[in-house]
């Protein structure tokens, strides 16, 4: 187990989500997709917190441990942010499923004209 | 040494394995399960690399709560047998996948990491896992951290006291945001008045 090998797992994660995100037709599947996209940022944050040091670590490090926490930090915001994310993504499925009886996403052109 | 790779190497396999199921399988309600997969997969990643807090985070967010979300919208639309349909896309998609792919996996691999010393990384597991844990006093010795004041700082250098410390404004400001997103989603699902148009 090394940085490397986290980092391409993680990318290769965040490439499938990618592609989810692109190339599937209903909604819920994109959505999904994006959860697999933050989970990949997650884990590249908090691999590179356990891995590499921070800048102010290399001149003392006993002064400094708290910077070696700062991207788990990042990856609870992240989190909340996601929550919040997935609440108002699927509260727009819906709305759209009310009206158009679909979460079909080639389907959708409401605000097309 | 060796038993952290077995289980790093079926992690990996797994959460893989599971994310390639979320966008490929037409059933959508098997998608859903198969994102609680990856989800749990990448909570066992959190624990080897000294997130455990993080790791119950996201057992409890990502597993539990989104998840449950997820698969009640995938129960409430029709068409979940074969809802997991591909559109014109899927090549172009398939390419700048591949592309962004490729370009990351290089990064990665040429980057000159500055990576912290072996001998640093025990003091650093300590202090990443003084999130959850009390720290006992012979293992911050072992560990290199001799003075009174850097044990007092290995302590003290917890999760809990960034987010309310020197991080306090995003904080805050995140749970602004996730209230408003929550009024927002209430507001989007309210059913409408009867006679209102559109």
């Known amino acids: ?113 | 040494m060796l038993f952290q790779d077995v289980v790093f190497w079926i992690l990996g396999i797994v959460a893989i394995g599971a994310a390639l199921g979320v966008v490929l399988i037409k059933d959508l309600f098997r998608a859903a399960l198969l994102l609680v997969l990856v989800f749990v997969s990448v909570a066992g990643f959190f624990v080897m690399l000294n997130a455990e807090f993080l790791a119950v985070v996201q057992v409890l967010i990502y597993a539990g709560a989104i998840s449950i979300l997820i698969i009640f919208a995938v129960m409430l639309t029709k068409d979940v047998q074969r809802g997991n349909m591909p559109n014109r896309l899927q090549v172009p998609a398939v390419l700048f996948a591949a592309l962004l792919l490729s370009v990351l996996v290089i990064v990665a691999v040429d980057t000159d990491w500055n990576l912290i010393s072996e001998e640093d990384q025990e003091k650093v597991s300590l202090v990443q896992t003084s999130a959850v844990a009390n720290i006992e006093t012979e293992d911050l010795e072992a560990s290199g951290l001799t003075t009174d004041s850097e044990q007092a700082a290995a302590r003290e250098s917890g999760l809990a006291d960034l987010l309310i410390g020197d991080f306090v404004l995003p904080f805050e400001a995140v749970s602004v945001l996730l209230l408003a997103a929550l009024i927002g989603s209430l507001v989007l699902m309210r059913p409408r008045p009867p006679g209102s148009t559109s």
């Open chain 1, 1 to 113: 187990m090394s940085l490397e090998a986290m980092l391409i797992i993680a990318a290769i994660l965040f490439a499938i989500g990618l592609y989810g995100s692109l190339a599937r037709r209903n909604a819920l599947a994109v959505l999904m997709s994006i959860e697999l996209m933050f989970n990949a940022v997650n884990l590249t944050l908090v691999a590179l917190a356990k891995y590499v040091a921070p800048f102010a670590l290399d001149e003392d490090l006993a002064e400094n441990l708290s910077g070696v926490l700062t991207g788990q930090v990042f990856a609870v915001f992240i989190i909340t942010v996601a929550a919040a994310e997935i609440a108002l993504g699927l509260g727009i499925v819906f709305a759209m499923y009310r009206n158009t009886e679909s979460v079909d996403l080639t389907e959708v052109a409401e605000l097309r004209n």
